[in-house]
């Protein structure tokens, strides 16, 4: 899969993924928590060391810089984004930065990226401790660090531990921050240097590792797009195949009590019940592109992104549109469960009813899905939630499933 991405990315003239998250995920309440590769810190080193492999490839010159987040010890006390994690020295290095220890030695991942957190009381942003002293005098990178998006602004706007952007600035730069993201703003045009309030040993350092990212991934003798391979390496079958397969392998059966599986044939009316029966834009996860796209739908101002077009519309009517007319057109061999039951099963009676919505205490559709219910042969519900961002989802980044109320009326329905 990792292979896949870098041709596309590298056709595109993208040379730098902030990709694979190596976050321990041992808190499901958290909203990140499918991004992850798991709990077990032995299963996410081997499955990063692999995924930073394919990206970067066997020499970087035709690969793409891959970047292991968010270090260290992201949203591990009370499912937060952002908070003070309370994390024990041994357990942060057996633990929590075993898989970044092992893509440093093992596949020599050339960036990294700060969690939002604080450890110890000092927020990884601006931290010499954590981004110098223990990731690479312990550790042993080399590479490139980059924040997170914004992660600098939040030492003034959440962790007030500077008086302003400048001095934010000064502080990441002097701890080992090399590249700030998405925008500059405490790497702007403040005039540190000049003033003598940074020495310009910490700029020529930072400035060093970028452009000895550059030259490794050869981005000076080949700067641009490689347009001739783009039509080469999208909508490949083989491509598709490789999607399906690792979807499928994804899965785990729980249980089939009754041998009630596969559907047979035969059965004369299913019912196909629940808010994810027939949507599919929740059939996408968090950072796929139908996300993106409702991420703009409004939620852009919160995370600093510059929008285009008419920004009046209501975001249920954006929503509608995405759903009804982008999605089938973007991916026309996409279908819900309940039209692909309909498809299968043509010799049976097969019907929908929505339910409940994911969010909405509104039981006004109880009624029409129990009176389906009780005329089908077999039942089949469709539940889960939203993966994106923010709270028009249940999960993704912004959300914590407790406080979400979703939980108790699918419970219900």
Sequence with gaps: MAEVVKKQFRSLGIRHALSPVLD????P???RIGETYGED????????VAYVTGLQGETVTEGIAATAKHFLGYSMTGALNMTEELIPPRTLR???????????????????????????????IASESMLNDFLRSELGFEGLTVSDYRSIDKLVTSFRTA??????????????????????????THSYVEAGEVDITFVDRSVRRVLEMKFRLGVFEKPYPEMELIKAVFDQPENDELSLSIARDSMVFVKNEGDLLPLAKSMKKV?????NAHNLRNMFGGYSHPASKELFFGLAKMVGVETTGNLNRSYEDQLNELETEYLPKAYPNMTTLFSELQNRLQDSEVTYSKGCSLTDPDKAGFEEAIQKASRADIVIMVMGGKDGFGKPCTTGEGNVLPRLAFLVYRKTL
């Excluded at 810190?41 to 990063?48: A, M």
């Excluded at 898989?99 to 110890?120: C, G, H, R, W």
């Design 29 to 31: 309440r958290w909203g």
């Design 41 to 48: 810190p032995t299963l996410i080193s081997q499955l990063g």
């Design 163 to 188: 008086g302003d952007i400048k001095d934010a600035g000064i502080q990441a730069i002097k701890a080992g921050m090399d590249m700030e993201l998405p925008h500059r703003n405490g790497y702007g």
């Design 24 to 27: 321990v995920g041992r808190d």
């Design 94 to 124: 057996e633990v929590y930065a075993k898989p970044f220890e092992a893509v440093i030695q093992k596949a020599d991942i050339m960036s990294i990226m700060n969690s939002y957190s604080t450890l110890d009381g000092e927020p990884i």
């Design 271 to 275: 019912a196909v019940i629940g808010p």
